[in-house]
C-alpha cells in the first residue's frame, strides 16, 4: 500500500535562518507531488506542484522554493525565512489521474519567530 | 476558471443534530468532487468522493450527492458526533486539469455534547 511521509512535524526558526521541508512517498512510482501551506485558521494555498522528477511549478511567488531530485521525494526549502511564512505545512500525493484525490500527509507546523 | 465556494463557518450545532454543509462550484466539463476533513492538528483526510453526475458518496455516515444541475456537492450526515468537529473542505478535479485539486475555503464545525 501506498503511505506518504512528512517531517518534522513541528519546527521553531528564527526569521532569516534556512528551511528545509521533506516528502516521501512509498509504495507508487511517478507520482504528483504537491505542497501546500494554511495559515491559522484560513484554508489552503497550493504553493508548488511536479509531475516528475525536477519538474517543479510554482503557483504563486514568494520566498521559498520546491526540488524533486528523486521520483518519490519532495523538498520545500528557504535561504532565509521571513515572519509571514509561518503556518502548516502540508505534503500531498495523487496518481495522475484527477479522480482519485489526493493523500496527504500529517504536516509539519512551522512557526518563525 | 474552475472554483468551490463553500458556506463560511463556524457551523456550531448540538450532538445528535442533523448537519449540512453547503458547497457549489463552477467547472467546465465533469469535474470529480471531494469531501476532506481535518481534525486538529492533522493533515487532510479523505472523506467520499463523486466521479459523476448523480452518484451519490459516502462515510462515516456523512453523504454528499453530485448534482450536476445545481453544481452543488452539499455534506450531510443525520446524527453528528462530538468527534465529528474538525474543519471540512469541499474540492474538485476539473477534466482539463492536470491532478490538481481546486478546494474550497474550509468550513469548521463544532459540535457541543
Known amino acids: 500500500s501506498q503511505t506518504i511521509h512528512q517531517w518534522p512535524a513541528t519546527l521553531v526558526q528564527p526569521v532569516g535562518s534556512p528551511l528545509s521541508l521533506e516528502c516521501t512517498v512509498e509504495g507508487t512510482s511517478n507520482p504528483n507531488l504537491y505542497w501546500y501551506r494554511q495559515a491559522a485558521g484560513r484554508g489552503l494555498q497550493l504553493l508548488f506542484y511536479?509531475?516528475?522528477?525536477?519538474?517543479i511549478s510554482s503557483e504563486v511567488p514568494q520566498n521559498l522554493s520546491a526540488s524533486r531530485p528523486q521520483d518519490r521525494q519532495f523538498i520545500l526549502s528557504s535561504k532565509k525565512l521571513l515572519l509571514s511564512d509561518s503556518g502548516f505545512y502540508l505534503c500531498?500525493?495523487?496518481?495522475?489521474?484527477?479522480?482519485?484525490?489526493?493523500?496527504f500527509g500529517s504536516g509539519t507546523r512551522l512557526t518563525v519567530v | 476558471g474552475n472554483s468551490v465556494t463553500q458556506m463560511e463557518g463556524p457551523v456550531t450545532l448540538s450532538e445528535e443534530a442533523f448537519l449540512t454543509i453547503n458547497c457549489t462550484y463552477t467547472a467546465t466539463g465533469y469535474p470529480s468532487l471531494f469531501w476532506y476533513v481535518q481534525y486538529p492538528g492533522e493533515g487532510l483526510q479523505l472523506l467520499l468522493k463523486a466521479t459523476k453526475a448523480d452518484d451519490k458518496g459516502s462515510n462515516k455516515g456523512f453523504e454528499a450527492t453530485y448534482r450536476k444541475e445545481t453544481t452543488s456537492f452539499h455534506l450531510e450526515k443525520g446524527s453528528v458526533q462530538v468527534s465529528d468537529s474538525a474543519v471540512y473542505f469541499c474540492?474538485?478535479?476539473?477534466?482539463?486539469?492536470?491532478?490538481?485539486?481546486?478546494f474550497g475555503q474550509g468550513t469548521t464545525l463544532q459540535v457541543k455534547p
Open positions: 500531498a500525493w495523487n496518481p495522475d489521474r484527477g479522480d482519485y484525490g489526493y493523500t
Open positions: 474540492a474538485l478535479h476539473g477534466s482539463s486539469n492536470t491532478g490538481k485539486l481546486i
Open positions: 511536479s509531475v516528475g522528477i525536477g519538474q
